[in-house]
């Protein structure tokens, strides 16, 4: 989820209050705030100046700013009418048949004053969670008051959003936050509340965040609230991830092909009580960004870790499944002379 890099931007414009949590206190209210997918959030730019919306749909992952775009733009297009012209329903609302024929057709129907060449505006967040019924009911509302109201739907898959709708919408795909826009929001939030940290810390909070905004600021304010200081050791004993300069050891010893330090090594995680899903998830991720591992390697221990990964999500979520992987991995790695009689 992006922010707002002003330290003051309170989501729907509700009164300046410290005790928000950051991520609600740092929300943006215009689209120039919001960090990353900048081509998206351009055209988004272009639609608040012209004011024709067409219906919208945007689709990405969770925490990288897309409910947030769509009430900056409606906050844009509509400005002070924005109470009156917007209606927002969210997954955890009943979004059945039922509230389609009633609430959004009557909310559709209903006059109110807007800006000259301004649309009404239906928000449906989480809308791939909506049954296929309510999804077909809603079709022909969309038609029926497109001269009224449009509808701004955000979803984490677009493909579930049936056929008839996806056509009749501007799609617009989000993609996951760079580390780089991530650290820029991360530093304007440690400012802006005076948080202690230290470059491991903020580089912790972005292996953990991946690419998600929201989680970011939460595990910054997590951290900050725990400890009082933001550093490496402190972000993963709040996050519970699995240390990667242990994983990295790991590693290490399956490049020289011992077998035994590396089960040591993953021995220790176990005991921590790492689930095996988390352990397996932190090898990828570091194994990704392993520069002591060539690019032909990399890609051998991404295979072997995908299989393992894929076996423990079927229930084998065991330690043997984990020492296999390792014994595989360290095997690559070993000279062929030691398995010779």
């Not at 733009?73 to 009156?84: I, S």
Request: aromatic share 6%.
């Amino acid at each position: 989820m992006a922010t707002s890099s002003k330290g003051k931007g309170v989501a729907n414009g509700a009164t300046e209050n410290y005790e928000l949590p950051w991520v609600e206190k740092y929300r943006p209210l215009k689209l120039d705030d919001v960090v990353g997918n900048a081509d998206t959030v351009d055209r988004l730019k272009v639609i608040a100046r012209d004011g024709n919306c067409p219906h919208i749909i945007i689709s990405g992952m969770p925490g990288i700013g897309k409910t947030t775009s769509i009430h900056c733009l409606a906050h844009e297009m509509l400005g002070d009418a924005y109470k009156e012209g917007v209606l927002e329903l969210n997954a955890s609302d009943e979004r059945g048949i039922d509230v389609v024929r009633n609430k959004i057709k009557t909310f559709a129907q209903k006059k109110v004053t807007l800006p000259p060449g301004r649309h009404k505006i239906v928000i449906l967040d989480e809308a791939d969670s909506m049954t296929s019924g309510a999804q077909q009911a809603m079709r022909r509302t969309m038609e029926i008051f497109s001269n009224t109201t449009r509808f701004a739907l955000a979803c984490n898959q677009s493909n579930k959003i049936i056929e008839p709708i996806q056509s009749r919408c501007a799609i617009l795909r989000y993609s996951k936050l760079k580390d780089v826009e991530v650290l820029k929001r991360l530093l304007e939030v440690c400012e802006a509340e005076k948080v202690k940290y230290n470059d491991e810390g903020l580089t912790a909070l972005i292996f953990t965040s991946e690419g998600d905004m929201r989680q970011a600021i939460n595990n910054l304010q997590s951290t900050w609230s725990g400890f009082g200081f933001v550093s490496a050791d402190n972000v993963f004993k709040v996050c519970d991830h699995p240390h990667p300069v242990l994983v990295q050891e790991m590693l290490r010893s399956c490049i020289k092909g011992d077998v035994n330090a590396a089960m040591e090594k993953l021995n220790d995680l176990w005991k921590q009580g790492y689930s095996a899903v988390d352990i397996v998830i932190t090898i990828f991720r570091v194994t990704k960004t392993f520069d002591e591992l060539k690019e032909y390697q990399k890609l051998e221990f991404i295979r072997e870790i995908g299989w393992t990964h894929m076996r423990i999500l079927e229930g084998v979520g065991t330690l043997v499944q984990l020492g296999g992987l390792v014994a595989r991995l360290c095997k690559m790695n070993m000279r062929p002379e030691l398995f010779q009689p």
